[in-house]
């Protein structure tokens, strides 16, 4: 590869947009406690912030096709700037999720499909390869250093100044970018706005249900809201139900407007046809899976680490540290092994070592930490993440030809930040979910306990158990005026429970991670080189 100033400033950037989430992960206690709210919160505004994108990341890539690839490059990277801006000042929990899940989410949503059209752009043939493969590492790289960097951020500084420093490497992006070639910006195309709606309604509506069904339940209402003096649970049913049921209807019309605008001649927000492409939709869902575990874990321990052990920010960085080292090698492993096996089966490999990475995290998860065990484990989950970064993004790309990979690169960016708001949703569900069930047959099968602590602990967990340490949950019982003896027994009660429903959590994530190898049937056994404007059948 001879030019590298276009593949630096697109690398960056994607460093910037990856390095963000992880972040907000490992500093979650301390951003919480910063910002006057809980653990609950700070699910919330992760979950959003991947919603966001994954709602709006299709449209930005049409919107990039308008405008041309550069411009909106250059539009995304000064909003997620003001984003980030906002983010580093945000007083509250509302104005962080004004600033960091909207507002960063919709730079995002213009920066992240630019950028693989742009690499696709500024290369072709083998440096095209090069180009994605490099892009690919760098978001394996930024996903690693997230965590230590956050931590040695929050713990002698603030996780401010991440944002801070974000938003200055924008600026420097921002001037750099006229360095990028691009094409001529297709401005009579029009953007079907029913067709934004659908999507963008359905992948919300879908994501919330999910957030919510922590507090109204699944199936069965748990506390479902009300208004006035009517509770909105029809026939006995949770509204998440419904909920869901509803977005898979809008996303259903959403898909079958696509298919006649590409039958009609007009231009949709997504070519469904590429779907049928087996390459790029084995890599696509085999990416939302990815994304899906590793957005999950990423919850849950630092969640381990910081609530139950009571860690800080950058001892939570350093635990995490192996799964780094070991995304770091293997990615780099993974990128030389593509010249000798097919990427189905390094994608093979990649998601049996996450999985098995994951049960040995899940094995590790008790009371007192089983240091080498977890460490053991978060490495071969970097491990297994490295050698898909490795693969996907490649294959993705390469399943198409240059002109459809703002188009790809909107798609993998959906179905990315999909796994994501997915992985933290659900797996924060299932935790609260099962930690309040547990915690409260506990309580109530207690023979020492007292009925009034049993009632009191039932009322006030009705909606939910709180996501807090075992001496705060003391404390807790202690200011309600119960005795030190009892305020002990409960708080032990509560921190068995957050062990098992944790461990619970992640088993359910493991079982996912091993179902998901069903996808890498469709990966190739082996990746074309297309030339530039040249389509991989066709090449």
Known sequence: MKHWSALIVLGISQFVMVLDSTVMNVSISTVAADLGTDISGMQAAITLYALTMASFMLTGGKLGD?????????????????????????????????????????GAVLVIPAIAALAA???AGRDRVIAFSALGAITGFAAAAGPLIGGLMTTYSSWRYVFVAEAIIMVLVLFASGTLKDTPPNKSMRIDAASVFLSAAGMALLVFAVLQ??????????????????????????????????????LGVFVRRQKHLETSGKVPLVKVSMLTI???????????????????????????????????ALETGLRILPLSLGLIMLSIVGSRMSTVRSARNIGRIGQVLLGVGIFIV?????????????????????????????????????????????????LQGTFQNLGTSFGTAVV?????????????????????????????????TAKGAPIISQKQA???????????????????????????????????????????????RGLPSQIAVPERGESPETG
Do not use: C, H
């Not at 748990?222 to 869901?244: C, E």
């Not at 390459?279 to 381990?304: D, E, K, W």
């Not at 977890?374 to 491990?383: H, L, N, Q, S």
């Open 121 to 123: 752009t500024n290369y």
């Open 278 to 312: 087996p390459a790029l939709r084995s890599g696509l869902t085999m990416f939302m899976a990815q994304y899906f575990a590793i957005a999950a874990l990423f919850f849950v321990v630092p969640v381990y680490l910081q609530t139950i052990l009571g860690f800080d």
């Open 66 to 106: 308008r405008w041309g690839r550069s411009k909106a490059f250059r539009v995304g990277s000064i909003i997620y700037g003001l984003g980030s801006i906002t983010t580093a000042l945000s007083p509250t929990l509302p104005v962080l999720l004004v600033g960091w899940s909207l507002v960063e989410g919709l």
């Open 213 to 250: 069904s922590k507090t109204w339940g699944w199936l069965l209402p748990l506390n479902p809201p009300t208004v006035g003096s009517v509770t909105l649970a029809p026939f006995g049913i949770s509204p998440v139900a419904y909920m869901i049921i509803f977005a898979i209807i809008l």
């Open 474 to 520: 003391e404390q807790a019982m202690l200011d309600a005026g119960s005795t030190a003896e009892q305020a002990t027994e409960v708080a032990q009660i509560y921190a068995d429970a957050q062990v098992e429903s944790l461990q619970q959590s992640l088993f359910i994530v493991f079982a996912l991670t091993l179902f998901a190898l069903l996808l890498s």
């Open 362 to 410: 899940f094995a590790a998860v008790q009371p007192t930490l089983a240091g080498w065990q977890f460490a053991t484990g978060m490495f071969i989950v970097g491990a297994g993440f490295g050698l898909l970064a490795s693969q996907l993004g490649n294959v993705n790309m390469s399943a198409v030809g240059a002109d459809d990979t703002s188009e790809v690169g909107g």
């Open 428 to 460: 924060g569900s299932v935790f609260i979910l099962m930690m309040t069930s547990g915690f409260g047959s506990a309580v109530t099968s207690s023979d020492t306990l007292s009925e009034d602590v049993i009632l009191q602990v039932t009322e006030n």
